[in-house]
């Protein structure tokens, strides 16, 4: 995952001291310390608002699906199983930005 996708992650209120038990990834920043969450915990923090995650025929990208919502399916991509589920959980909580 890269760090301007952690930040969306920690600025939409993913929970920081939630990665604390995993033993997640760290970096330090002006800000004070970004976590990384590990795969399991965006999993977990999307709760039943995720179906599946697919990978894509050549192996160079993944999509994270989640719930249908009227005509519109909750479906984001990305090159890690990270970074889509993460993206996932930025749309789920309406704080997707655009690259």
């Known amino acids: 995952m890269n760090h301007e996708l952690a930040e969306q992650l920690k600025d939409a209120g993913f929970p920081?001291?939630?990665?604390?038990?995993?033993?997640?990834e760290q970096w330090?920043?002006?800000?004070?310390?970004?976590?990384?969450?590990?795969?399991?915990?965006?999993?977990?923090?999307?709760?039943?608002d995720f179906n599946n995650l697919i990978r894509?025929?050549?192996?160079d990208s993944w999509t994270a699906v989640g719930p249908r919502k009227d005509d519109y399916t909750f479906a984001e991509e990305g090159s890690t199983a990270?970074?889509?589920?993460?993206r996932l959980?930025?749309?789920l909580h309406g704080s997707l930005k655009a690259d």
């Open 28 to 48: 330090s920043t002006p800000k004070g310390d970004l976590l990384i969450p590990t795969l399991s915990e965006l999993i977990e923090a999307c709760g039943d």
């Open 56 to 59: 894509g025929w050549q192996g």
């Open 82 to 86: 990270e970074e889509a589920v993460a």
């Open 16 to 24: 920081q001291e939630y990665t604390q038990k995993y033993d997640s």
């Open 89 to 91: 959980w930025l749309s």
